[in-house]
């Protein structure tokens, strides 16, 4: 059985403003990154932030750019 996951607050996240992700989720997300499971990222993104879809991919696409070796 999974952990429960921590309550986030969920708020609307201007544009062009960073999301805050608490470590366990930017932990799960560089995971799902690595697995090349992109959409499911961020998907959690979205769902631990309560972002739109844009500031969700963008979110992920700038982890991805930090994260994953240039190829």
Do not use: Y
Request: hydrophobic share 40%.
């Amino acid at each position: 059985m999974a952990a429960p996951r921590p309550r986030v607050q969920r708020v609307a996240v201007p544009a062009g403003q960073k999301l805050e992700l608490s470590s366990e989720t930017r932990v799960e997300v560089e995971r799902l990154l690595a697995k090349g499971q992109v959409i499911n990222a961020i998907k959690l993104v979205r769902e631990a932030t309560g972002s739109g879809l844009k500031e969700a991919k963008d979110a992920v696409d700038e982890m991805r750019r930090s994260v994953l070796p240039s190829r």
